[in-house]
């Protein structure tokens, strides 16, 4: 008798850090709402009040954190969905060159944004 999971993929580095950063997001996510938007009055803050809130060095890295997952697991579910056309192994290579191209400039100009905040 054939075994039926012989033929089931296994989880890939990429479907791991795709459910990594989604735990990361939920993470963080929950923690940028707190901060900006139920413990602030109002709910929302102002430009002195986002470069204030900025400067402290553990909210950077939080913020900074929360680029990075959300870029990532944002280009790897695209990747993952266009990967379900059943792509050539080039065309794959391709689509993962493209992919750490536009997540580079994503991360790169978030990053030149909250400098511009920040100094």
Same mark, same amino acid.
């Given at each position: 008798?054939?075994? &039926? *999971?012989i033929?089931? &993929?296994? &989880?890939?580095?990429?479907? #791991?850090?795709?459910? $990594? ?11 940028? $709402?707190? @901060?900006?938007? $139920? ?8 430009? !002195?009040?986002?470069? @204030?809130?900025?400067?402290? &060095?553990v ?8 680029? #990075?997952?959300?870029?990532?697991? @944002?280009?790897?579910?695209?990747? !993952? ?6 792509? !050539? ?8 060159q493209?992919?750490? $191209?536009?997540?580079v400039?994503?991360?790169? *100009? ?10």
């Amino acid at each position: 008798m054939k075994n &039926p *999971y012989i033929d089931v &993929p296994k &989880p890939t580095v990429t479907w #791991l850090w795709q459910a $990594f950063t989604g735990v990361g997001l939920v993470i963080l996510l929950g923690l940028h $709402f707190i @901060a900006n938007h $139920f413990i602030v009055k109002a709910g929302l803050r102002d430009y !002195s009040q986002v470069v @204030a809130y900025l400067r402290n &060095p553990v909210i950077l890295c939080l913020e900074v954190l929360f680029l #990075l997952c959300v870029t990532t697991h @944002a280009l790897l579910g695209v990747r !993952s969905i266009l990967l379900d056309f059943g792509l !050539s192994d080039t065309m794959e290579r391709r689509l993962d060159q493209v992919l750490k $191209f536009a997540g580079v400039l994503t991360v790169g *100009y978030g990053l030149v944004l909250t400098w511009m905040i920040v100094r």
